[in-house]
């Protein structure tokens, strides 16, 4: 199994905090605020090295960019399938964040798409799309490690995230899911061919909302001359 890197995955959610804090910036959505979901889903993307990352969505976003600052630590490529309508406005906001040689835009029918690529590492949906369990039945899972990722599932839990959906071909393969208190609801799925790894770190069906371990960063705001201290959690728990 691929080794776990906390230092990708350090280095990618702070890269993920300041450029989701300028991105904000230049598009008047500016406001302070603790980091959460986008910051999250780059550290677990870089800590495990993903060099596939996958993301199907209606228009760039913040998770966008956080992939895509993942992929520039690992060496390895997002691929942002959305519609045609949004391609020009999509790559406009990837630039200006220095992410264009990080991702590969997509625009055809993601269910077409989809069955062309295998081993992903890494999978985004987004549970806003009403065919996101259609969608996670085509994802072909990278079966030595793998994570699928399911966001927006609704505050009151309308959303029942990954469930069966996801189609693993081997049955021996440990899949492992927790659901996390953040955006809108979030579930993380991870797929290996190591059954004992979760259980060594007390891993059992969905992981607590508590985070095991965090750590303290802080940032200086060139721009506002203003210091932020941030609590950083530790992913490295999940991939064991």
């Avoid at 979901?37 to 596939?52: I, Q």
């Amino acid at each position: 199994m691929m080794e776990w890197s906390s230092k990708y995955a350090a280095r990618a959610y702070l890269d993920t905090l300041q450029l989701c804090n300028n991105h904000k910036r230049q598009y008047g959505t500016w406001r302070i605020q603790e980091p959460g979901r986008n910051e999250f889903v780059s550290a677990l993307a870089a800590g495990m090295k993903a060099k596939l990352i996958l993301e199907v969505t209606s228009r760039v976003s913040l998770s966008t960019i956080a992939l895509a600052a993942a992929a520039r630590y690992t060496g390895g490529k997002l691929v942002c399938i959305l519609p045609e309508t949004v391609l020009d406005e999509s790559k406009e906001v990837i630039n200006n964040s220095g992410l264009e040689d990080q991702v590969e835009f997509r625009t055809e029918d993601p269910s077409k798409l989809l069955p062309y690529y295998e081993n992903i590492d890494f999978f985004l949906v987004d549970c806003k799309d009403e065919n996101y369990t259609r969608l996670l039945n085509l994802v072909d899972v990278n079966p030595t490690r793998s994570i699928v990722v399911a966001k927006n599932l609704g505050g009151d839990g309308d959303k029942k995230g990954l469930g069966g959906y996801l189609r693993v071909k081997d049955k021996k393969l440990a899949v492992r899911s927790l659901k996390l208190p953040l955006g809108k609801g979030m579930q993380v799925t991870r797929i290996s061919n190591n059954d004992d790894s979760n259980e060594r770190h007390g891993i059992r069906g969905e992981y607590s909302r508590k985070w095991r371990k965090s750590s303290w960063v802080v940032k200086y705001d060139e721009e506002s001359g203003e210091e932020h201290i941030y609590r950083v959690p530790q992913v490295d728990w999940f991939w064991g």
